[in-house]
């Protein structure tokens, strides 16, 4: 088990975000946490990464409580972070973006280079001396991830990397997680776009009203269209 989250609550301020989410992530695996907007998805994976303190339960990273840890001990154990808004710095280039991210592994190795990140975007490399902020949303998307790959993660949490994205751009952002995954990466994706999200994992969680509603394989998932009925759809 390379992650497990057991019965978390997360607050903000006075308000009850989660209430009781458990989930389990192995290693090599793409687990997707699906759920309509507001379901609890992004505060999930900010009580992960130290960026809200959850109330109670525990989250063990390598069979380590890291509950309670800074995000920037967190990081350092091999933990990379994609957040929704994305979070360029839009006053650097590509290579500045890239470069104030390197770091090497937990291990000491470093596989992300500069070089390698560029062969697995090349419209990034294309881009090298760009400002971030006059990027595409699409290539903004793929630089964030890039940058993270640069700190050399073994967990890669992606939170709604298909956001507001072009149906094409959206089809080459799966390519490339696929890519990252293959590479040995495990990843934990939050996903609303139940296609592009079950295309690309394993197993699946469904949140909602903050709570895990849901868990099963992928597969399954798509043979109950029911189960993407109750928990996916859009209430009018």
């Known amino acids: 088990m ?4 057991d019965n978390m609550d997360t607050y903000y301020g006075l308000s009850h975000i989660l209430f009781g989410v ?12 699906m759920g309509r907007n507001g379901a609890g998805k992004t505060t999930t994976f ?15 990273y390598q069979k380590m409580a890291i509950h309670g840890k800074t995000a ?10 994609v957040p929704e ?30 070089e390698r990140v560029y062969d697995f975007f090349p419209q990034l490399a294309q881009r090298h001396n760009q400002l971030g902020g006059t990027l595409s949303g699409g290539e903004q998307q793929m630089l964030t991830i890039a940058r993270t790959m640069m700190g050399n993660p ?34 934990l994706l939050a996903e609303q776009n139940t296609h592009f999200a079950l295309d690309l994992s394993d197993r ?9 509603r849901y868990s099963g394989t992928a597969q399954e998932v798509k043979a109950h269209p029911d189960i993407i009925r109750e ?3 859009v209430h009018q």
């Open 85 to 114: 808004e994305r979070a360029i710095f839009p006053d650097l280039t590509v290579w500045e973006n890239l470069d104030v991210a390197r770091k090497p592994s937990v291990d000491g190795k470093t596989r992300w280079t500069l």
């Open 46 to 60: 900010r009580s992960i990464m130290g960026l809200a303190t959850p109330k109670s339960g525990t989250i063990h």
């Open 231 to 233: 928990y996916l759809a």
């Open 72 to 81: 920037h001990d967190i990081a350092h154990l091999g933990i990379g972070f």
């Open 22 to 33: 458990s989930l389990q992530v192995n290693q090599g695996e793409c687990v997707c946490l």
């Open 2 to 5: 390379l992650l497990s989250i």
């Open 154 to 187: 073994h967990l890669l949490l992606l939170d709604e990397p298909s956001e507001g994205l072009a149906p094409l751009i959206v089809k080459s952002i799966g390519k490339l997680i696929r890519q990252i995954r293959n590479e040995g990466i495990t990843i």
């Open 204 to 212: 699946v969680y469904i949140i909602d009203d903050g709570r895990i």
